[in-house]
């Protein structure tokens, strides 16, 4: 099941790669302070967009049921990480709204999907990590935890925008720069999903029989 954490890594890579490709070739047209990545997904490049988020949707799941089968990772942690990937391919296969024609169905669909995964994936590093944060050679679990708070910080953080928006009458788009905002935020969550395969990725389990060192603290949660 290492395995599959580190094939997750490699696709979370990728995925990252074409989406960060994406804002570098089209700096001219799209500004990153304030249009939000899925603008991508708008253009003939939408392809490409759609790819890179599926890939790190798919590199998640894989992340996620690697540190399910070797027990890092419980029934509700894994659910959050699964709901985080679910709540990306949602957004890479129903575009966001074309403001320039109007709201649309697919728009919608595409902020729900936006919603459930930036919020699903901070629940998803707390509780995977936390039990581990003070188990000796836990390293990965205290930096998923620090980073699932970051995530935490920035998600309250445009709450708060979103109310002095509407307390103020300005769109609560306006009261923030949102491109830098949401890749923040994505940054953030996927640096953590990182940690998260990282940790997976190098998990040595006790051997057979019991023993003793870090094998065995890589077994059993401080909780």
């Known amino acids: 099941m290492r395995q599959a954490a580190r094939w997750g890594l490699g696709a979370v890579g990728a995925g990252v790669a074409l989406i960060a490709g994406l804002d570098l070739l089209n700096l001219g047209e799209i500004n990153p302070l304030r249009r939000t990545i899925s603008e991508h997904g708008?253009?003939?490049?939408?392809?490409?967009?759609?790819?890179?988020?599926?890939?790190l949707a798919g590199g998640s799941a894989a992340i996620g049921?690697?540190?399910?089968?070797?027990?890092?990772?419980?029934?509700?942690?894994?659910?959050?990480?699964?709901?985080?990937?679910?709540?990306?391919?949602?957004?890479?296969?129903?575009?966001?709204?074309?403001?320039s024609v109007g709201p649309s169905l697919s728009g919608s669909i595409h902020r729900a999907g936006s919603l459930v995964a930036f919020l699903s994936l901070p629940l998803a590093a707390l509780i995977i990590a936390r039990p581990w944060r003070h188990a000796e050679g836990r390293r990965h679990a205290v930096f998923a935890f620090g980073?699932?708070?970051?995530?935490?910080?920035?998600?309250?953080?445009?709450?708060a925008m979103v109310l002095v928006g509407a307390r103020t009458g300005l769109s609560w788009w306006q009261v923030m720069p949102l491109g830098l905002v949401e890749r923040g935020l994505a940054a953030t969550e996927v640096a953590a999903v990182v940690a998260l395969g990282v940790w997976g990725a190098r998990h040595r389990p006790a051997p057979a029989g019991g023993g003793t060192g870090e094998a065995n603290n890589l077994t059993t949660p401080h909780v």
């Open 42 to 55: 708008l253009g003939a490049q939408g392809w490409i967009f759609g790819l890179g988020v599926a890939l």
């Open 65 to 99: 049921v690697s540190l399910a089968r070797i027990r890092l990772a419980g029934t509700f942690g894994t659910l959050a990480l699964m709901a985080w990937s679910a709540g990306l391919l949602v957004t890479a296969s129903f575009p966001k709204h074309d403001w």
């Open 147 to 159: 980073l699932g708070l970051g995530s935490v910080l920035w998600v309250v953080g445009i709450g």
